[in-house]
């Protein structure tokens, strides 16, 4: 019943919720992997923090698509775990440091000669 309150929070809020522990993801695995036989209800479980999980990676990237869009300068990370920060973390850095190619490349000021080739 827990984990159903948590996936509709998750659901309803736009911003991410506290979950109730930094490293759900990595212990429902293990716990998953090598336990299942002793604990009850253990397909629901699974599906549950799977269906949570999707949730929170669907606004990390909404989220991180609306920084890059908006050409924003910081982020704040409030209750993500280093997981899901991880998810994102390469196509995160290669996107501002595209931006930041760009950016340098159009400063005004700069000589815009053209080549012909």
Do not use: C
């Not at 293990?30 to 479980?45: G, H, M, R, T």
């Not at 409030?78 to 930041?100: K, R, S, V």
């Not at 340098?104 to 000021?109: A, F, I, K, R, V």
């Amino acid at each position: 019943e827990k984990l159903e309150e948590i996936r509709d929070q998750e659901r309803k809020e736009d911003t991410f919720t506290p979950m109730p522990s930094p490293y759900y993801m990595e212990l429902t695995k293990l716990l998953l992997n090598y336990a299942s036989d002793n604990i009850p209800k253990a397909d629901e479980i699974r599906t549950l923090v799977k269906e949570t999980w999707d949730t929170r990676i669907a606004k990390l990237r909404l989220s991180a698509d609306s920084f890059v869009r908006q050409q924003e300068a910081h982020a704040k990370l409030d209750n993500l775990t280093l997981m899901e920060i991880n998810t994102t973390g390469t196509f995160l850095t290669q996107a501002l440091d595209h931006m930041y190619k760009l950016r340098t490349n159009l400063q005004p000021g700069e000589s815009s000669q053209s080549q012909d080739f």
